[in-house]
Structure formats: structure tokens, C-alpha cells
């Protein structure tokens, strides 16, 4: 059974920092391209950022491209979000999840591209 689990959301200033991480298990971790969403309330998910898998491809949205950082460790099968200068409009639910495909290159950007997803972790950036 594969899980991600979602760590390191909360509450933070607009201008602050946080750091989210998504832990796998019950999956090769290293065979797949992992990729962050979120979704604000009332809102569509919408596709924030997604890693390669073996973390030589990146791809970011226009949105917060500058802003944040997607990493990878495949030791600790876990994918890292890094978000920095975070306005109002990033508050929302973020999402981890695993591409469908293995060894995948390509900017998959779609939530039908992605197989299984964390539960979720709130950021919520004060003005």
C-alpha cells in the first residue's frame, strides 16, 4: 500500500519561509517523479511543482516560480518543498503526489498524471 504523508505546514507571515516535506512508502520512491499541488478553498487543485526522479528535472508554475524549491533525497524517500517571500495568495491545502508513470521526464503538470496523494498539509500566511 503506498502512503505519502505531508509534514510542515502552518501559519506564517506574508514574506516568511516554510519548508514541506512528503515522506513515501510502499513504492520505489526513486522510480518516480514526485510533484507538489495546492488548492485553496472554493478553488481548483492547481499544480505548484514537480521533480524528476532522480532530481536532475525540475518544473515550477509561473505563480511561484523564483519563490519556491522542489527537492528530493531518494535515501529518505522524501520530496521537499522549499517556499520563501509566501504572500496571501499561497495559503492553501498542499499536496504531495506520485506520478503514475515510472522514470518519467516529462512536465506533468495534471492531477490525472499523479497515482496517489498525501492527505494534505494547511499553509496559512497572515498579511
Known amino acids: 500500500q503506498v502512503q505519502l504523508v505531508e509534514s510542515g505546514g502552518g501559519l506564517v507571515q506574508a514574506g516568511g519561509s516554510l519548508r514541506l516535506s512528503c515522506t513515501a512508502s510502499g513504492r520505489i520512491f526513486s522510480r518516480y517523479g514526485m510533484g507538489w499541488f495546492r488548492q485553496a478553498s472554493g478553488k481548483e487543485r492547481e499544480f505548484v511543482s514537480r521533480?524528476?526522479?532522480?532530481?536532475?528535472?525540475?518544473y515550477y508554475a509561473d505563480s511561484v516560480k523564483g519563490r519556491f524549491t522542489i527537492s528530493r533525497d531518494n535515501a529518505k524517500d522524501t520530496v521537499y518543498l522549499q517556499m520563501n517571500k509566501l504572500t496571501p495568495e499561497d495559503a492553501a491545502v498542499y499536496y504531495c503526489?506520485?506520478?503514475?508513470?515510472?522514470?518519467?521526464?516529462?512536465?506533468?503538470?495534471?492531477?490525472?498524471?499523479?497515482?496517489?496523494w498525501g492527505q494534505g498539509t494547511q499553509v496559512t500566511v497572515s498579511s
Open positions: 521533480i524528476n526522479w532522480n532530481g536532475s528535472i525540475t
Open positions: 503526489a506520485s506520478e503514475i508513470q515510472e522514470w518519467g521526464d516529462n512536465r506533468n503538470t495534471r492531477v490525472h498524471d499523479y497515482d496517489y
